[in-house]
């Protein structure tokens, strides 16, 4: 297995085949983190099967343990947590190490906030460059108190609370992370804590708390906002778990057979949660050839198949209502765009320019470097299709970032020219085996 520890370059030349065959995706990386997270804070023993075994779930598992929880993995990708219970968590003896993993960083900070205890939090160069504020502003209102690097850059040290006050907060940017560390807080808070947010993002922690038995209520608000209530203090009830392929590992796939002609691929079981399944909407609303079969509910969340053939794709508008439910994506969606015939607009990506790296800057470096016009107007890119001919040939800066290096390696398959990557180690962090998978199904890469 490679780790991002260790730098790896990667050059990918045209393929001149299609994609072919029948796989699964591994385990839901958000699902993922959360089902340590929460079964560690609940009673009883946990089994979880999916379970992705990434480094950035890695980190979360070691931080579990640091606290207390009973933390092992039984098989590949079968784990099973013997929980503390909500406030029952203990002191971590050592510097919380969170890699490059920001669900990590921001969720934990709610749950360590309204435990008693002091801790540190680090992460890698990459983390250690995006904002915590966002969390640590909500969080102290329960009485917790932070100390931080550089105005809200890990490191930073948390005094957590005892009897926390609960907290009514309305998010001023949309972003799951940062309801569910509020939502974590206010499982150990007195009262009832309220997160309002203006557009609905990922909701896997409302589901998963759901499934653990603990009441929430949840309300629409007017322009397809939610308000979501918890009851403090909570009591978790362990109960197994069933992780679902991630979406967004399946993109790739996706957008890779939906580019070689002649491709045909299935994805099994894939989590289908709505508000993840922008990629999905944005590539059917492009031209592409997807079928979603075998719809099913698993523990609280919509899973399916997903057949993807060869389609042409055009350009066309991605609003900024559409970001939330596919703001992981744009990284491989401007490949798919930068293929396509006519212009795509993608609209209000703010959010890009605070993820593994700059996403925004990366996206419009990558397709530049390899002869792709791309404009930037406020936070909109708008990406000049060059109807199948990329004419490759640059070089990709990945800046740490999983999301870029895999993206850098499907414009690679479709370019006339070789792609060089500068590294490609850090795709370890969200998707171990990615290259075999792909491989697998008829890519040639060399690594
Ligand atoms: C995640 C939320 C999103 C997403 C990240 C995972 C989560 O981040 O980009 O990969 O698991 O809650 P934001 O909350 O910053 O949008």
């Known amino acids: 297995m490679m780790n991002s520890s260790s730098r790896q370059s990667l050059k990918v030349s045209f393929l001149t085949s299609p994609l072919k065959g029948k796989i699964n995706v591994p385990g839901d990386k958000s699902i993922s983190h959360r089902a340590l997270m929460f079964s560690a804070l609940a009673i009883g023993e946990t089994h979880i099967s999916g379970l992705l075994e990434g480094e950035d779930v890695m980190r979360t598992a070691q931080a579990m343990r640091f606290l207390g929880a009973h933390v ?23 510097v919380l190490d969170m890699g490059n993993s920001g669900t990590s960083a921001r969720l934990l900070s709610g749950i360590l906030s309204t435990h008693p205890f002091f801790s540190v939090m680090t992460g890698d160069r990459s983390l250690r460059k995006r904002p915590m504020a966002r969390v640590i ?3 102290s209102q329960t009485g917790a108190q932070f ?26 940017v949309a972003s799951a992370q940062v309801k569910s560390s509020i939502l974590l807080a206010g499982l150990n808070a007195e009262g009832m804590t309220v997160v309002e947010e203006p557009i609905a993002t990922r909701d896997h922690t409302e589901n998963m ?21 918890l009851q403090g203090p909570a009591l978790l009830r362990a109960k197994n778990i069933h992780v679902p392929g991630d979406p967004s590992s399946a993109a790739f796939i996706m957008v ?3 580019l070689l002609p002649g491709s045909e691929v299935l994805i099994e079981n894939v989590g289908l949660n709505p508000l993840r399944t922008g990629i999905i909407k944005a590539l ?39 970001v939330p439910s596919m703001v992981d994506e744009f990284p491989v969606l401007s490949i798919a765009a930068a293929y396509a015939n006519g212009i795509t607009r993608f609209m209000g990506l703010a959010e890009l320019r605070l993820k593994e790296s ?18 930037e107007k406020d936070d909109d890119l708008i990406i000049q299709g060059a109807s199948g001919n990329i004419p490759g040939n640059g070089e990709v800066t990945t800046h740490m970032d999983h999301r870029l290096a895999m993206s850098a390696s499907i414009l690679g398959l479709v370019a006339q020219k070789p792609v060089m990557i500068d590294d490609v180690s850090f795709i370890s962090t969200s998707f171990p085996k990615y290259f075999d998978l792909m491989n697998s199904l008829g890519c040639q890469f060399q690594i």
């Open 137 to 139: 502003e909500p969080l």
């Open 147 to 172: 100390l931080t690097r550089n105005k809200g850059r890990l490191p930073i040290a948390i005094q957590g609370v005892d009897k926390a006050k609960s907290i009514y907060y309305r998010l001023p």
């Open 209 to 229: 708390l759901n499934h653990f038995g603990v009441m929430i209520k949840i309300e629409t608000l007017e322009n397809e906002g939610k308000k979501i209530s």
């Open 284 to 322: 059917l609303m492009m031209g592409a050839d997807i079928q979603i079969m075998n719809e099913r509910q698993e523990v609280g969340e919509k899973t399916g198949n997903i057949l993807i053939k060869y389609a042409k794709l055009h350009g066309v508008d991605i609003p900024a209502s559409m």
């Open 72 to 94: 092992h993995r039984q098989d590949f990708s079968e784990w099973h947590v013997i929980g503390k219970g909500v406030g029952n968590l203990e002191e971590p003896h050592d």
């Open 358 to 375: 700059d996403r925004f800057t990366s996206i419009m470096n990558m397709l530049r470097k390899n002869g792709i016009l791309v404009d």
């Open 256 to 258: 890779a057979a939906t």
